[in-house]
């Protein structure tokens, strides 16, 4: 067994022994013992970074036995044993007395004896869950002055392990590998170190004799050697940064039990090696919020444990290492937003001098990215900058100097990234943000739509951080995984007031309602029993083997009748059903969807389809939802802001209603209000024949992304741009409208280092001109081809439901199908439509 690299500190010491792992089968100890004989280490051995010999054991049962050691000098004897395990014996009701446990703590089992070779001696007496325990044990019952023969290790989380790994059996599984350690201190044979420290290290050691005194021992391996500390006890975690050699790239493979490659250390245990953040420390003031830092690809921040004696081992000769200092300064952090003086949730990150993350004490120093792997209120901004969640206060261990603190909350309020010392004297750390931007006292409120696998009280602080003050946590079905079932019940609204919160940021559950090819639709707010099934028709959103049964627009009908309202997630895609559902008039918004892109903006190929149904007189509102999975996404990345009307409270039930009128844009940062002709985006306006010339008025700041453009869209095109101030701009334009029109706002912007985005856009205001109908048979035919696509998927290689459902979906997307056929033949367009052959 190679527990890592050994240690020159220590050498083995030979030991005769009397008896052979194959003579153990008959020395009358258990069956358990001898059938894990197979298990027990043996040759040339490493444990805790001390070198050990194991060829025949020493079995101490009946009488003392003397090993001669001459010549022999040291400070400290690590001995490597362990003992058989012995039966409890309960009273006639089954108890126990003297309780002493499984592993009788305490018993005296032998003595030891170190024989120098002036005849003296000096002895110790050797007792169980002390200094030695057996070689199986119950959970729980640890040896106190011992330790298992295999030191403790960092392992990978799931998506970190080589699939190699994990295919043959070698990776731990989700769950266990999340925990990133292991104790490593079970198995089907367990031997016990225990260090004794030799009074008289400065005497010749002549033997070394041991006496039995209650039950067996198995010795296996004593090593000799010196050590400035207990040689078994590590120190708290350090960190270093380590240069690279030139020429070598930092490798992250490791080897079968997780150790990396490059290095690894004797008497202790690498945690975590990462290449080096290197973050605008001298400009950090400047920078802005979530800006990732650079890599120093030929540095890596190492984080281990270890003896003060270990050493690093690296694949080739020794590479300059640079200590870090140690986060040893315990700070309160404390944030209050400046107007009313109360601390407030907020995102956090702090770093020091070299780039390394540090994390509140009940944080993850290590943020898992992954999905389903952890919920933990973090977020990591493409694998290097991270951040964590904080409901107003914090406590963090800092190191003494110069700290880099980072604080935001959501796009009203200006980040923070200020640089702070940190002393001796320093205890408490106070941060003050301020609202700049009052769009929440005017009326407006923010959601994110689409959010899975929080518990809801980890979304609600995420949005209270985020500023979004409405959450909607969505149960849904991923194959044969259920995820947020429980959390539906059809009546909580997290942080309401009649759920005992302040009514500001609320979480409600509802579902992602599922299909691989028909789509998908979000189920919001809804009342009563959960809608499901909450997927079908077959992976990987629902099981194999599931059917069509149901179609989003069924579901979506079942929800505005239990209250609810209904989102079209990710929109555009899947890109089937949601057309025949946007026709038939079910859906209330279409959801813009950022996953864990800070610097993507509105997807344009969103908004294309999305204009086509505008231009066809559909109304539909738009959202902004992450569909945040993972903590790679923040909450509100992308969010819809609402405008609640005057004199009317915040709850959700106004909130959906405000999406249902489509008072609402999406953002990435920039805030808007728009009007055209003194109508606010969701509402309408009638004109006579022949139109009209409108003012359109607007107004768009920013906290967070500068903006570079303002621009008005018209019936999907681009009527006017004009470029802005980065921070506060407003202005308006008189526009003539001929035909019937929709009209929008769309706002561009970008940091200096990033391409121009899309980073803001309105729902529309629509003008209904007299004699002019809203119509575009172009767009009226592309959508028409979409729903026949659907129906062909349900006609051929749809996995089909019973003859009676069949039908009635069929049915259900013929008749829009007809609807918007109709439309087409009544102004006198032809649709050559693609046949569909309908199996039975």
Known sequence: MQDGPATSRFSPVALKGNTSFEDLAGAGLSEALTGAIPSAPRGACVSWGIPFRIDRPILLQDQPVTEPVRGLKAEWLVFVHTTDLKPLAPDAHGLIRPMRGEGHLGEHIADYSIVYADGSEVKAEIRRRHHIGTFRRRWGENCFQAVAHRKPHAIRAVHEQPSMLLDAGGGLRWGNAETRVSTADSGAWVNWLWAWQNPHPEKEIAALRFEPKAGPI???????????AQPLRWETRKKAVVRLPEGVMFDPAVDGRGRWKQMQIDMGQIISAQPRKDYPNGAWDGSYNNQVPEIRPNEVVVEYCAHPDARFHFESGDWPMTPIPPATQRVRIRVREKSSGKLTPVKLHLHGESGEYL???????????????DYAPEFQHQGRHYCTYIPGETVVDLPLGSVYLEVSKGFEIRPIRKTVRIERSTEILDVEIEKLLPWRERGWVTADTHVHFLSPATAQLEGAGEGVNVDNLLASQWGELMTNAGDFDGRTTFGAREAGGDGEYLVRVGTENRQHVLGHISLLGYKGNIISPM???????????????????????????????VVL????????????????????AVEMTSWGSLYGGIDPYSLSDWYRYLNCGHFIAAVGGTDKMTATTAVGTVRTYARIPDGREFTYDEWMQAVRAGHTFVTYGPLVEFSVGGRAPGTGMKLTSGGGTLDVAWDAASVTVPMSKVELVVNGEVRESRSVRPDKDAGHWSVRVERSSWIALLVRGHYADKPEIIAAHTSPVMIEVDNSPFFSAADAVTILDQIEGALAYLDTVGTRAEDAVYKRLRLKLTAAHRTLHNQLHQRGQYHEHTPVTQHS
């Open 535 to 565: 997927c079908a028709g077959g992976p990987d959103e629902a099981a194999l083997g599931d059917s069509i049964g149901v179609l989003l627009m069924e579901w979506a009908e079942q929800c505005k009748a239990q209250g609810g309202l």
């Open 218 to 228: 198995l010795l296996s391996a004593v090593s000799a050697g010196s050590a400035t």
């Open 359 to 373: 994390a509140p004490a009940d944080r993850h120093r290590q943020p898992n990215p992954a999905w389903f792997e």
């Open 569 to 588: 997630p990710h929109y555009p895609n899947p890109r089937c059903e949601n057309a025949a559902d946007l026709v038939s008039g079910v859906i209330d």
